[in-house]
């Protein structure tokens, strides 16, 4: 009988479609010991040089915030101008190779062999996935982004057409319309299939190598293909070890922002007192002042503080009755709030910019994610390439946690449920703020909350709150908005410990809790004294700009695993119909 | 007295498990009951089995060994976890119920400075399933 595969003109997998044979025993480096009372079970050395690089880049900022912040930026800025086409065309390909695997036979390969079953319903899956990838930034920039592109020129050349508001009066109906367009395609740009492609390919990657392959769940395993056994070498600790770093600095500095974010939404719907006479504050704390010089570091610690205490909370309860349970509460919030503000909002303009949008977005595809002769670097650099770089140093993270609760998926299945479905998502969650921001700003100008707050001034922290500030309700959405913040922050935060867990434990996830909580702890403290130094939020900013760095080391990684996932699938059963 | 004993085992650690191994065989012996080994897995490879299903059969290979040599009638049953570190307890309480073991023996270290912060799974068991439960200092 001639099998399926033949009848697809695909030839059958070459060798062994089973789990590779090595002689390497997960967990064989690993250091089973004990401190005190607690016991560990640590990669050796993983788990060590990522802690101490840590401690050596804190101690850094905090000893010499000037120069540290000079160099980083100076070292970030460099591989954004001079890697644009690097990221750009890399991003590209993981988006193409995504979809080329949802049509090609390959996609009907089941993540855990043909015998597995998914054991997360959609909703919890996707819930989780989301909660994970970006739930946090929409809560930021679903206003920002399209109010900034829509109201301002960007960089050198616009692309789109400027908003030219004068004397408060906004020009013709024709330039707007086409500026409007040109924000959604811009932001969606920014929030679709690319970065999606890219959690998406690590994912898959890491979910193959370990399901179907029994290799251990970290980011080594991907090259075994290109390393063979010399992943469990030097090359191997070095890609664990970078991961981890890179996944603990980029929360740590997120959860550093973000605390500023809390805060000012906190000010913002409880506060008292006012900002010109530097009296403004919450609770007694300072903050939101003209003069922030005075805003209290306090007040953020203890934001920092009640995060992660939730977090360890979460973290301590597990993946299903800690991560899952919030990240599902999280999402009921999020979907309660995108319904509030559709109704509430200029609906018919909603749907008008999910569908213009997605128009403009299938038009000008094409031109914004071409690095080749283009003159709007401004926004080539100052957006398109930090985004890339940004969601692929943030990838190791969020596609290790989605591996981890995608089991039992087909490729299809999963590239169309991490892929597209969250790309939708994102395009209507940004059709609905941004585009009732945008009418905000159209009726009221620039007496707009939103106008004043993202375009007259760069208050990126309060845009969320302008737009909601001008619909009805607005004391018990801002509430709700600040407790998304904040859970959106605990469910990055949660997750993220599982997975640098993972990762310095040499792949295993059963080792014991007392090392996620000193991660979910860590993860925290390094937030906390960054932000109580002399430097302030230059700490910050050093260390994420070096994270966005490292974007470009993992660009080169995820070229690795398309080729990865390419020789894995080849060596896989497709499952028969 | 009793007719199924459960006997959770750990494989990564089973050398360890030696009292608990056989103080169980010696009981089942004594009241004629049967065994059946309990093994909680993660689904990604570990250092026992790189998947579930072999780890199954690590676990049966086991209990075909224990029956052998301590001439007794073992099974075995495996749980699967999405997070073994913490589900544990949850895992062990469930398999009590779907195995219907009426006795637990397991291997518990002697209680330290930790269990204040994180309870055995022994202890755990002993308070939660309707079984009997015994606990073997090692």
Excluded at chain 1, 7 to 24: K, L, M, V
Excluded at chain 1, 174 to 203: N, S
Excluded at chain 2, 29 to 36: D, K, P, R, T
């Amino acid at each position: 009988m001639a099998d399926e595969t033949v009848n697809q003109g695909i030839p059958a997998p070459e060798g062994a479609s089973d789990i590779i044979e090595t002689d390497y025993e997960i967990g064989q480096d690993n250091i089973e010991t004990r401190i005190g009372p607690f016991r560990l079970d640590i990669h050796n050395p993983v788990f060590v040089v990522s802690a101490v690089m840590v401690v050596l880049f804190v101690g850094l900022a905090l000893i010499a915030p000037e120069w540290s912040r000079d160099t980083f930026l100076a070292i970030r800025n460099y591989v954004k101008s001079q890697f644009d086409w690097f990221f750009l065309m890399s991003a590209n390909l993981f988006v193409v190779f995504a979809l080329i695997l949802i049509v090609t036979p390959w996609g009907s390969v089941r993540l855990g062999g043909s015998e597995a079953r998914p054991d997360y319903s959609y909703p919890a899956w996707f819930a989780m996935l989301f909660a994970a990838g970006m739930g946090i930034g929409l809560m930021f920039f679903g206003v920002l982004e399209p109010v900034y592109y829509f109201g301002t020129p960007w960089g050198d050349q616009p692309l789109g057409g400027e908003l030219g508001i004068v004397d408060g009066v906004v020009a013709d109906a024709a330039q707007v319309e086409a500026a409007r367009q040109m924000a959604m395609a811009a932001t969606i740009f920014h929030w679709g299939l690319h970065p999606w492609a890219i959690y998406a390919i690590v994912a898959l990657a890491l979910a193959l190598f370990s399901y179907n392959k029994g290799l251990p769940l970290t980011l080594r395993s991907a090259f075994y293909p290109l390393l063979g056994e010399r992943v469990w070498g030097f090359w191997g600790n070095a890609i664990d070890t970078i991961a981890a770093f890179a996944t603990l600095f980029g929360l740590a500095t997120s959860l550093g922002f973000g605390a500023t974010q809390v805060a000012s939404g906190l000010t913002e719907v409880f506060g008292s007192g006012s900002a010109e006479d530097g009296t403004r504050n919450f609770m007694g704390f300072l903050w939101g002042n003209a003069d922030a010089s005075n805003d209290s570091s306090v007040l953020l610690v203890l934001i920092i503080a009640f995060i992660t205490a939730i977090a360890l909370i979460s973290v301590v309860r597990g993946l299903d009755g800690g991560v899952k349970v919030l990240s599902e509460i999280n999402m009921g919030l999020a979907a309660l709030l995108l319904v509030f503000v559709f109704i509430a909002g200029p609906s018919i303009a909603i749907l008008g910019d999910f569908f213009g949008g997605l128009a403009a977005y299938a038009r000008e595809i094409v031109p914004l994610s071409n690095p080749v002769g283009r003159e709007d670097t401004g926004f080539l650099h100052g957006w398109t390439t930090f985004y890339w770089a940004w969601w692929i140093s943030w990838s190791p993270f969020v596609g290790m946690f989605i591996a981890r609760v995608s089991r039992g998926r087909t490729v299809r299945e999963f590239v169309v449920c991490v892929l597209l479905i969250p790309s939708l998502v994102c395009v209507f969650w940004m059709a609905t703020f941004g585009g009732t921001a945008i009418s905000q700003v159209i009726a009221g100008a620039t007496d707009s909350g939103v106008f004043q707050n993202v375009i007259a001034a760069y208050k990126p922290e309060i845009s969320l709150f302008a737009m909601l500030g001008e619909l009805p309700l607005a004391s018990i959405t801002s509430v709700l908005a600040v407790v998304l913040v904040i859970i959106f922050f605990v469910t990055s935060s949660d997750s993220g410990s599982l997975v640098i867990d993972t990762i310095t434990a040499g792949g295993k996830v059963d080792a014991p809790v007392s090392q996620r909580i000193f991660w979910c702890i860590f993860e925290g403290a390094v937030a906390a004294v960054l932000l109580l130094g002399a430097a302030g939020t230059a700490g910050l900013d050093s260390l994420q700009a070096m994270v966005i760095s490292t974007g470009l080391f993992f660009t080169a990684v995820l070229l690795v695993m398309c080729f990865a996932i390419f020789r894995g699938l080849m060596t896989e059963r497709r499952e028969m119909k | 007295m009793f007719s199924k004993i459960m006997v959770p085992v750990d494989l990564a650690h089973a050398a360890s498990l030696d009292r608990a191994l056989t103080c169980a065989a010696g009981l089942a012996g004594q009241y004629g009951a049967e065994i059946v080994y309990v093994g909680v897995t993660a689904q990604t490879p570990g250092s026992v089995a790189h998947t579930p299903a072999e780890y199954k059969s690590k676990l049966a290979d086991f209990a075909a060994g224990q029956s052998g040599q301590h001439g007794i009638t073992a099974t075995s049953h495996m749980v699967e976890s999405h997070d073994p570190a913490v589900d544990m307890d949850k895992a062990l309480l469930k398999a009590v119920a779907d195995t219907g073991a009426d006795l637990v023996v397991m291997q518990s270290h002697k209680p330290g400075l930790s269990d204040y912060i994180f309870e055995g799974h022994g202890p755990y068991l002993s308070q939660h399933a309707k079984a009997s439960v015994m606990l073997v200092r090692d």
